[in-house]
């Protein structure tokens, strides 16, 4: 059974910092690409930060500098640390794991930017 529940959404102040965390099931963190998107209303859902089980990760240059993507392979969690956040950065945030055959995705969780 593959799992993942995200935590850590809410709404925060422009310039303020979130960490999202994504607790997975079945080792599912050590032994795959973990990705980290959104989705804004009206919009087409973004990938944002992508981490392979050696540790590389990619970031789209839309939060480069800002969200930092990490895994705990002890808690098989992922996380998402997100700074300087800006009001453009509100929206349903979700957890992926990434398979050669497909994709398991979180349930989403909001996180909204106040100006």
């Known amino acids: 059974q593959v799992q993942l529940v995200e935590s850590g959404g809410g709404l925060v102040q422009a310039g303020g910092s979130l960490r999202l965390s994504c607790a997975a099931s079945g080792l599912i963190v050590r032994f795959n690409t973990m990705g980290w998107y959104r989705q804004a209303p009206g919009r087409q859902r973004e990938q944002l930060a992508t981490i392979t089980s050696g540790g590389n990760t990619n970031y789209d240059d839309s939060v480069k500098g800002r969200f930092t993507i990490s895994r705990d392979n002890a808690k098989d969690t992922v996380y998402l640390q997100m700074s300087s956040l800006k009001p453009e950065d509100t929206a349903v945030y979700y957890c992926?794991?990434?398979?050669?055959?497909?994709?398991?995705w979180g349930q989403g969780t909001q996180v909204t930017v106040s100006s």
């Open positions: 992926a794991a990434l398979y050669g055959w497909g994709t398991d």
